[in-house]
């Protein structure tokens, strides 16, 4: 099948993405990298994915009937917790296809990205980093600060728990495992331990994560 490739591309302040699609609109490429950008604008530079695009994006693409399949590519520090959380929600709720592939790094709030698609993957190199929500800076109302994000959290592990094979109690353990990170508490796992978890479906690459799209769209190349 010959395919004629249009480059499209996502720009802000901080953020320069590129997705190709294939004309016969097979699958999707949607590019999740840096950090997440929330409510407010990160330096100009850093590279940073903005959810004020990403979210209008999946709508579209969820809409089109010509889509079959949506390929998101993971290389994540994290960043804003409620942002990444939404996306992973949009990415979640979606009938269209999705495939995660973590490439580098899936971490913090990337790990809920990751497990959002219908299918994960993550390549042998790639890190993941699972630990408690945080907030920097001056904490005005300390008791109400803290139910905030203990909530959020509880949120958090909630959602990654329906979304993986993850259980619950092992999840905690490396959440607040003392002994992994030197200056915080969490877990770095690596891509063959992500699935020995259960928190991503398995090892594989970029030809792996197409065959897995291109099966359940039944797409054939």
């Known amino acids: 099948m010959d395919k004629e490739k249009q480059t499209v591309e996502l720009t802000g302040t901080t953020q320069k993405c590129t997705e190709v699609v294939s004309t016969d ?5 949607l590019p999740i990298i840096g950090q997440i950008e929330g409510h ?11 959810y004020e695009q990403i979210i209008p994006r999946l709508v579209d693409l969820e809409q089109d009937e010509s889509v079959g399949g949506v390929l998101l590519i993971l290389h994540t520090l994290g960043g804003d917790v409620e942002a990444g959380l939404a996306m992973a929600e949009m990415i979640a709720s979606m009938k269209t296809p999705t495939v995660s592939l973590v490439l580098g790094g899936g971490h913090s709030i990337g790990v809920p990205l990751a497990v959002a698609a219908r299918k994960s993957l993550i390549v042998p190199s790639a890190t993941m980093t699972i630990h408690p929500v ?3 800076g001056t904490v005005l109302g300390a008791p109400q ?3 905030y994000l203990s909530e959020m ?13 993850m259980d619950e109690k092992r999840f905690l353990e490396l959440m607040m495992c003392p002994d992994e990170l030197a200056t915080d508490v969490g877990s770095v796992v690596e891509g063959a331990e992500a699935v020995r978890e259960g928190l991503i479906d398995r090892i594989g690459g970029l030809s792996e994560a197409l065959q897995e799209l291109r099966g359940m769209a039944g797409v054939e190349r």
Not at 153 to 165: G, K, L
């Open 145 to 147: 600060t803290y139910r």
């Open 134 to 136: 945080r907030v920097s």
């Open 153 to 165: 959290q509880s949120r958090i592990v909630d959602f990654v728990v329906r979304h993986s094979h």
């Open 25 to 29: 609109g097979a699958i999707h490429v």
């Open 40 to 50: 407010y604008v990160l330096p100009e530079n850093q590279k940073a994915t903005k």
